[in-house]
């Protein structure tokens, strides 16, 4: 079948590139005033839009070590096969969490507390 094919005098009459890259068919037509003005209007913000920026409140490192074992425990209870290194980063992020709270604590002196 493959000899046939080769021996045959109907070929396939190759597209002519330049006519498939510059097809006036689909010729866009725009002024560089237009396409600054598009550009323009893509990038600047509306009167009526304004950036909405949530301030997300500042997160302690105890509750940050809460929601830590919360997950830890979840995983460790799931039905499924739980994520041995998942489990095993949320461990070494407590380590340092709680390394982190005990080095923030300030020593004071007795006196302070015995009046």
Do not use: C
């Not at 949320?90 to 340092?96: A, G, M, Q, S």
């Amino acid at each position: 079948m493959a000899s046939s094919l080769a021996t045959s005098d109907q070929r396939i009459k190759p597209a002519d590139i330049r006519s498939f890259i510059h097809s006036e068919d689909e010729r866009i037509v725009d002024s560089e005033e237009d396409i600054t003005d598009q550009i323009v209007a893509y990038y600047s913000l509306q009167d009526d839009q304004e950036v909405s920026v949530e301030e997300v409140a500042k997160v302690s490192v105890s509750e940050a070590i809460a929601a830590l074992n919360t997950l830890k425990l979840y995983q460790e209870q799931r039905d499924q096969l739980a994520n041995q290194d998942l489990i095993a980063q949320l461990r070494k992020e407590l380590r340092i969490l709680r390394a982190e709270k005990t080095n923030s604590k300030e020593q004071s002196n007795l006196t302070g507390w015995l009046g």
